[in-house]
């Protein structure tokens, strides 16, 4: 079955420091995977994919098909960039998204 | 543009009756509607899709007698909690696409349902 597993559920790091939050998933074909992000007291939304190759605020994510792994990076954390975030995949022929569990980013002053 | 909203945002009932959540896609037509439910701390778990006009898909090991989802129009879903008991406290949460593409959902604020 297809899985995604974010095994940090709490990560703190320093304002300006780099900042990786991993996601691993679990699938024999060829995935789609997303980052979403739910910032305090505002809905979930799509922060970005990973066949766009885009970075978003500052954000970026590399699918790693060896290691079945799509680690979200910045390379200089934000105070704004506090919040909830998950890795999600949708697979060919699937209507739907399998969320992971989600990690808490917290960036301190 | 893309904006869904959940009606209402939280709400309390006694164990045993039944209790109606809606879900629309304000600005936009949703051929594809989804329910979600959230336990606290923990990820997002698919309880259903529902395609406009047609019956929803039920994700495994959820009772679709006990969650009544309807979505009668391009513009509205509901999701009925029917018989509802204390384990079914949880916060619901929707999202909608235009296109059906999975990533291309418009997540609702959610509704937080307490039965006492």
């Known amino acids: 079955a297809q899985r995604v597993t974010q095994p940090e559920k709490l990560l703190s790091v320093f304002k300006g420091a780099p900042v990786e939050l991993k996601c691993n998933y679990s699938y024999s074909g060829s995935p789609e995977l997303f980052w979403y992000v739910q910032y305090s007291r505002q809905r979930l939304q799509l922060l970005l994919r990973?066949?766009s190759r885009e970075s978003i605020k500052g954000f970026t994510a590399d699918l790693n098909k060896g290691e079945t792994s799509f680690h979200l990076k910045k390379p200089f954390a934000q105070e704004e960039d506090s919040a909830m975030y998950y890795c999600a995949l949708s697979y060919q022929g699937a209507q739907k998204l399998v969320f992971g569990q989600g990690t808490r980013l917290t960036i301190n002053p | 543009g893309a904006v869904v909203s959940q009606h209402p945002s939280w709400v309390i009932c006694k164990s045993g009756t039944s209790v109606k959540i809606e879900c629309r896609s304000l600005d936009f037509q949703a051929t594809t509607m989804f329910w979600y439910r959230q336990f606290p701390k923990q990820s997002l778990m698919l309880m259903a899709t529902s395609n406009e006009g047609s019956k929803a898909t039920y994700e495994q090991g959820v009772e679709k007698d006990k969650f009544l989802i309807n979505h009668a129009s391009l513009t509205l879903s509901t999701l009925t909690v029917t018989s509802a008991h204390p384990e079914d406290s949880s916060f619901y949460i929707c999202?909608?696409?235009?296109?059906?593409?999975?990533?291309?959902?418009?997540f609702g604020p959610g509704t937080r349902l307490t039965v006492t």
């Open positions: 999202s909608a696409s235009r296109t059906g593409i999975p990533y291309e959902q418009y």
């Open positions: 990973h066949i």
